[in-house]
């Protein structure tokens, strides 16, 4: 009868606490529900449907039938190409270099003094971007055709032989990316005891191993760039560190949710932006605009201008990959003096509420231990597990 009395209490017990757990895996459920929805929400939005919106390419000519055939060309694509003129192969090439256009057409007009007509000749550079060079050589080849020749391609910035279409930098943004802003975790989450002084030196730190592990990869191991390697490794240094002096700086306020913060900064609005698969020109304007701030676009085109391009626009990529990483160290600055305002209002909370209860025990009450299942090592134990739950929602994507 005693034992019959006593089974309610027991289920009673057990239940709410299974109740509390529930809430407490539903609730962490919702960061990768959320990451599932903004994964799809960015790389569908970016590359599910890509095409050319006022892709500016050049006809060399200065005559009336170069004016008439850009001219032509912008009437019948209705925005999708930009076709301009330019007056000799020389300029083309320079404008090829300085990504200002993707494809310069050099139509087969008869050559002065003779009958025969020069064979059609379309310029681009892939390693700027495989591509838009596709879609430029895709329009002028028909061009050509009905001029009754065929199509000459040339290439004047041509890919490394190990990265023939030109994306293994797209893919090294990736490996860096992911090393970089899975660390944020860690060092947020396992080193928060620690001064924020320390935690942004080991951010500082984490950033250099992470831009030699990617300066392997692009070189020694995968040779997917054949030279300029210390000034890849310094925009990759560049890059890495923006990224963890931010995130190690937002973790101070969005606590576990930094996982989710520096995705959307740094995985979802970053890789879709960064030119490494289409050229803003061949997306929508949104994840266009993006691409000329972004850091992720800094670096892919960054490192395209040094090994491709003999530096035509580097310093502009360049300030770029300054910017973000002084906004990481405004960043860390203000996060704190956040921390120390904080620590500054417990420390006195804790005086006065001590001050209180010293009184109160002096006055009548007897000093109490402290409550069952909340010592100072429970509360260690919780903080860990928090730390050791956050580190876990570090997914690589």
Not at 11 to 31: E, M, N
Not at 33 to 38: A, D
Not at 97 to 117: C, E, I, M, R, S
């Amino acid at each position: 009868m005693t034992a019959d009395r006593r089974r309610p209490d027991h289920h009673s017990d057990r239940h709410p606490t299974r109740a509390a757990d529930l809430r407490h895996v539903v609730t962490h459920l919702l960061t990768p529900l959320l990451m599932c929805i903004g994964m799809g929400l960015a790389y569908l939005g970016a590359f599910a449907n890509p095409a050319p919106h006022h892709l500016p390419v050049a006809i060399v000519g200065t005559g009336t039938h170069a004016q008439v055939l850009a001219q032509t060309l912008n009437d019948e694509t209705h925005g999708t190409l930009e076709a301009r003129t330019v007056p000799d192969r020389a300029t083309a090439i320079e404008q090829l270099k300085d990504q200002d256009v993707f494809g310069a057409y050099l139509a087969g007009v008869k050559a002065t003094g003779t009958g025969a007509p020069r064979t059609p000749e379309l310029l681009v550079a892939t390693a700027g971007s495989d591509t838009s060079a596709t879609v430029v050589q895709k329009v002028f080849t028909p061009l050509a055709a009905r001029q009754g020749a065929p199509l000459k391609v040339t290439d004047i910035a041509p890919t490394a032989e190990n990265d023939p279409t030109g994306q293994g930098i797209f893919f090294l943004l990736v490996a860096i990316s992911i090393g970089s802003y899975a660390s944020v975790a860690v060092i947020g989450g396992a080193g928060a005891v620690l001064p924020m002084r320390l935690r942004a030196a080991l951010a500082i730190g984490t950033s250099f191993v992470v831009s030699i592990i990617g300066t392997l990869f692009a070189g020694p191991v995968f040779h997917l760039v054949d030279h300029g390697l210390w000034a890849l490794w310094s925009l990759a240094w560049l890059y890495s560190a923006g990224i963890l002096l931010i995130g190690t700086g937002l973790h101070t306020f969005l606590k576990r949710w930094t996982t989710l913060g520096v995705m959307t900064l740094f995985v979802m609005l970053n890789f879709t932006s960064s030119g490494g698969i289409f050229r803003p020109e061949m997306q929508n304007g949104f994840f266009a605009a993006l691409h000329s701030f972004w850091n992720g676009a800094g670096f892919v085109e960054g490192t395209r201008s040094h090994v491709y391009f003999a530096d035509h626009g580097l310093a502009g990529h360049v300030w770029t990959l300054v910017g973000w990483l002084v906004v990481g160290l405004l960043t860390v600055g203000v996060a704190a003096l956040a921390e120390n305002r904080r620590r500054t209002a417990e420390a006195e909370a804790i005086a006065h509420a001590g001050a209180v209860a010293a009184a109160a025990v002096a006055a009548t009450v007897p000093e109490r231990a402290p409550a069952p299942g909340r010592t100072p090592a429970h509360s260690a134990a919780g903080g860990e597990t928090d730390a050791e739950e956050e580190m876990e929602e570090a997914v690589g994507v």
